[in-house]
């Protein structure tokens, strides 16, 4: 028992100390942190749009 309590410490420790990176990247595009960003190249990217007179007939 007590080495089954070791082992799950051990790998505890293992996934936190190789995952922790990943969390810390990953954290602000779950937490949709980057979305007023996202909306406002989406909107330049709209208004960067041909108009009318750009297109050849």
Same mark, same amino acid.
């Given at each position: 028992?007590?080495?089954?309590?070791?082992?799950?410490? =051990?790998?505890?420790? @293992?996934?936190?100390? !190789?995952?922790? %990176?990943?969390? #810390? $990247?990953? !954290? %602000?595009?779950?937490? @949709? #942190?980057? @979305? %007023?960003?996202?909306?406002? @190249? =989406? +909107?330049? $990217?709209? =208004?960067? +749009? #041909? *108009?009318?007179?750009?297109? *050849?007939?």
């Amino acid at each position: 028992m007590l080495w089954l309590i070791a082992l799950v410490l =051990l790998l505890q420790a @293992l996934f936190h100390w !190789t995952l922790e %990176p990943a969390i #810390r $990247w990953l !954290t %602000p595009l779950f937490e @949709l #942190r980057v @979305l %007023p960003l996202l909306l406002g @190249l =989406l +909107g330049i $990217w709209f =208004l960067a +749009g #041909r *108009t009318d007179s750009d297109r *050849t007939r």
